[in-house]
């Protein structure tokens, strides 16, 4: 577990609004103004070099990283805030197809055998799946949020849980997390929905 200090962040400090642009810039080149991004789209800047994950350093925010221990794998990164939680995760996709479509209706279906329900919304970042997952060992259900960012040879998933699966205001706090994400995909081969290696930054490593 990694607790962010109060460092200084400025989110737009790679898009500097008063430099000049000229007839000769290439407009079409430029990175979107929001991410989540594509590593070839920025820099890493001050972000922390999470493997397969570029991740922004957020003031007031606890990280931690999901382990397989037996397989000494990483499986995702979770922030956490006032009872609200972000995890993010990466997989390969195919160079012709977006996989997000296809993914949530898997997990429609893999959620209502596990007894829960979901309905499609549109969200700031595209479609989602609001979904009422069953508490294990408990009659009782917990909201979540599952966000897909299709990217280039790539699928970013964004799952909210905690507080931040049902109240909007929280919610939006974590995907302004999302939006400052940069994946870097790598040219090794790895077939579609395959986990993308995560890593512990070293500068976490360095405060255990």
């Given amino acids: 577990m990694w607790?962010?200090?109060?460092?200084?962040?400025?989110?737009?400090?790679?898009?500097?609004?008063?430099?000049?642009v000229t007839a000769d810039d290439d407009v079409e080149s430029?990175?979107?103004?929001?991410?989540?991004?594509?590593?070839?789209e920025v820099a890493i800047g001050d972000r922390l070099d999470?493997?397969?994950?570029?991740?922004?350093?957020?003031?007031?925010?606890?990280?931690?990283f999901t382990l397989d221990r037996r397989r000494q794998q990483?499986?995702?990164?979770?922030?956490?805030?006032?009872s609200s939680a972000l995890q993010l995760q990466v997989f390969a996709a195919p160079r012709s197809a977006k996989l997000w479509e296809e993914v949530r209706r898997d997990m429609r279906t893999s959620i209502?055998?596990?007894?829960?329900?979901?309905?499609?919304?549109?969200?700031?970042?595209?479609?989602?799946?609001?979904?009422?997952?069953?508490?294990?060992?408990?009659?009782?259900?917990?909201?979540?949020?599952?966000?897909?960012?299709?990217?280039p040879r790539w699928l970013l998933r964004a799952t909210l849980y905690g507080k931040a699966g049902a109240d909007e205001a929280a919610?939006?706090?974590m995907i302004e997390i999302v939006r400052e994400v940069v994946v870097n995909r790598g040219q090794?081969?790895?077939?579609?929905?395959?986990?993308?290696?995560l890593e512990i930054p070293e500068q976490v490593t360095a405060q255990e």
């Fill in 50 to 64: 999470a493997g397969s994950l570029w991740i922004p350093v957020i003031p007031g925010t606890t990280l931690q």
């Fill in 74 to 82: 990483v499986l995702g990164i979770v922030y956490s805030k006032d």
């Fill in 30 to 40: 430029a990175a979107p103004a929001t991410g989540p991004w594509d590593s070839d």
């Fill in 171 to 173: 919610a939006n706090e």
């Fill in 112 to 151: 209502a055998q596990q007894g829960g329900f979901s309905q499609e919304e549109e969200g700031p970042l595209g479609p989602e799946l609001h979904a009422q997952m069953p508490v294990p060992g408990s009659k009782a259900m917990a909201p979540h949020r599952f966000l897909g960012i299709d990217g």
């Fill in 188 to 197: 090794a081969p790895h077939p579609p929905r395959e986990l993308l290696p």
């Fill in 3 to 20: 607790l962010f200090g109060k460092k200084k962040h400025d989110r737009h400090e790679a898009a500097n609004a008063e430099d000049p």
